[in-house]
């Protein structure tokens, strides 16, 4: 979208997705997205890191995003950000829910705006931009093969604008409570 030092040639973050398509894990298939987005544009370092509170994508800028003003940084920060978290989301057929966002930019006027892109707890002026999630769904493997690969990239838009609904660590919770407790899951209010 113009953001980067070079132009990307059409079709590069399908060539992203698809360089990670075979990996065992989510964990792993992040790792070479990041890795491999450094190749096409060195514009930005792309890092996924785990510690005992979670997981994160940071993204740190190399070049000067701003040179074309500050919404262009502000657009390629949430683009990159909003692409790599609805692609993690669709390789593994589940929602991640967010933990928090983080921007290295002043709040602009339009923050409100940000709850429907990353609807978790957003900050501004960090460090550096970053998304954090549940460390969880990095060993899950992914649900998708060639075929829905390019079914997929042929409206691809969704991924990054909608936000993914099914989560499937919630399923599987809900499933062992019911299986665990079933007294207890008679009642809705519980069980919520």
């Not at 060195?42 to 003003?69: K, M, N, P, Q």
């Not at 989560?167 to 499933?175: C, K």
């Not at 062992?176 to 069980?191: D, I, K, M, S, V």
């Amino acid at each position: 979208l113009g953001w980067f030092s070079r132009r990307l040639p059409w079709g590069s973050y399908g060539m992203l997705a698809r360089a990670s398509l075979s990996a065992p894990t989510l964990g792993v298939a992040l790792k070479r997205w990041c890795r491999h987005h450094s190749l096409i544009a060195d514009d930005l370092d792309l890092r996924l890191t785990e510690s005992a509170v979670g997981a994160a994508i940071t993204v740190g800028e190399r070049t000067d995003l701003a040179r074309h003003g500050q919404p262009a940084r502000e657009f390629a920060l949430v683009h990159v950000l909003r692409n790599i978290h609805g692609l993690a989301c669709w390789y593994i057929d589940s929602r991640i829910p967010l933990q928090e966002a983080r921007f290295p930019f002043p709040a602009p006027a339009h923050a409100d705006a940000y709850s429907h892109m990353f609807p978790c707890s957003v900050r501004f002026d960090a460090a550096q931009a970053e998304i954090r999630f549940d460390a969880q769904y990095l060993a899950l493997p992914l649900r998708r093969d060639e075929a829905a690969l390019n079914q997929m990239l042929q409206r691809a838009l969704p991924l990054t604008v909608l936000q993914y609904r099914r989560d499937r660590l919630l399923v599987q919770r809900v499933r062992q409570a019911l299986g665990t407790e079933p007294a207890r899951t008679h009642n809705a209010q519980w069980l919520a």
